[in-house]
């Protein structure tokens, strides 16, 4: 017997096997699977959209913080390295000043009449001032006279015969280098020493006749 009140066929219209559609339950879809859903594959269901709902959200939560360390590296390098243009182009004034001291020739400061000692040394202040305004930002004067050639914060301008110091050592600064927290603004302009001894053989070996001496006895009086 029909009983959905919503199928108006005669109960002879309604073929043999056809499953009676009850009240609460799904009608099977042609070609698919049972409507009517168990409470377990609910469940299922459920745990499946928490456990993505999860992992976006620690998903999120990981973009967050990477966003916010990102912000705090940015604001850092701003005001480390905010100022890198400007202090580059006030080093260029700070040399010219240096030139305008190397052309007056101590003999000429010694003759100089009392206004023209007064210049100088204002120019001698002034620059003092400059590169200390500068130092309290960050910027650090290189002067690696005697140091080995870094090619990181060094520009080799020309080579000098030299046996008596290690290759690639720097004899001679043509123009001191600056850096402003770990970068550098300018390289420092050096010579470097030729014909000597390889660096890392002169370090590896910094005593050789000591060495000599403990290995053969007859030299040490044994």
């Known amino acids: 017997m029909n009983t959905d009140p919503k199928d108006d066929r005669a109960p002879d219209e309604i073929q043999a096997g056809e499953p009676a559609v009850e009240n609460g339950a799904e009608a099977p879809v042609e070609g698919g699977e049972a409507g009517p859903v168990s409470e377990e594959d609910v469940l299922l269901r459920l745990a499946k959209e928490n456990e993505e709902l999860k992992d976006r959200a620690i998903r999120l939560v990981a973009e967050m913080d990477n966003l916010r360390k990102r912000t705090q590296r940015d604001v850092a390098d701003a005001r480390s390295y905010g100022i890198a243009n400007f202090a580059r182009d006030m080093l260029t004034v700070s040399d010219n000043l240096q030139r305008a001291l190397q052309a007056v020739s101590q003999e000429a400061r010694e003759q100089a009449d009392p206004a023209m000692k007064g210049l100088v040394e204002g120019v001698e202040i002034t620059e003092r001032a400059m590169l200390s305004a500068l130092e309290r930002h960050g910027v650090k004067r290189i002067d690696p006279q005697g140091e080995r050639f870094d090619p990181h914060f060094h520009q080799a301008m020309f080579e000098v015969p030299n046996a008596d110091v290690p290759a690639n050592t720097v004899v001679q600064v043509v ?6 927290g770990d970068r550098v603004l ?11 001894p390889k660096a890392e053989a002169a370090e590896s070996n910094p005593q050789p006749e000591k060495a000599a001496s403990e290995a053969d006895p007859a030299s040490s009086g044994a």
Do not use: S
């Open 175 to 180: 123009q001191p280098g600056y850096v402003i």
């Open 186 to 196: 300018r390289p420092a302009m050096v010579g470097i020493a030729k014909g000597g």
